[in-house]
C-alpha cells in the first residue's frame, strides 16, 4: 500500500504504478474464459478472414495509422 497519496507522486512513480495496475489486471483477464460472444465474434472473423485474406490489413499497416493518428 502506498503511503503518499497518488498525487504527490512524480511522474515516473506514477508510470510504475500504473504499469503494476496494468499488468495485474491483465493477468486477470487472461485467466477469464472466452463468453461464448466472443468465441462466435473470433469465429465469424476468422471464417471472413479465410473466405477473403486479401480483406485483412497487415498489423504493420495498423500500427502505422495509429501511430500517424495519435
Do not use: C
Request: glycine share 2%.
Amino acid at each position: 500500500m502506498m503511503s503518499t497519496p497518488f498525487h504527490e507522486l512524480s511522474t515516473a512513480e506514477k508510470i510504475l504504478h500504473v504499469q503494476d495496475l496494468w499488468d495485474q489486471i491483465a493477468a486477470e483477464v487472461a485467466d477469464q474464459p472466452l463468453s461464448e460472444a466472443m468465441k462466435a465474434e473470433l469465429d465469424r472473423r476468422l471464417e471472413a478472414y479465410r473466405a477473403d485474406p486479401s480483406g485483412g490489413i497487415p498489423w504493420e499497416q495498423v500500427k502505422a495509422e495509429m501511430r500517424r493518428r495519435h
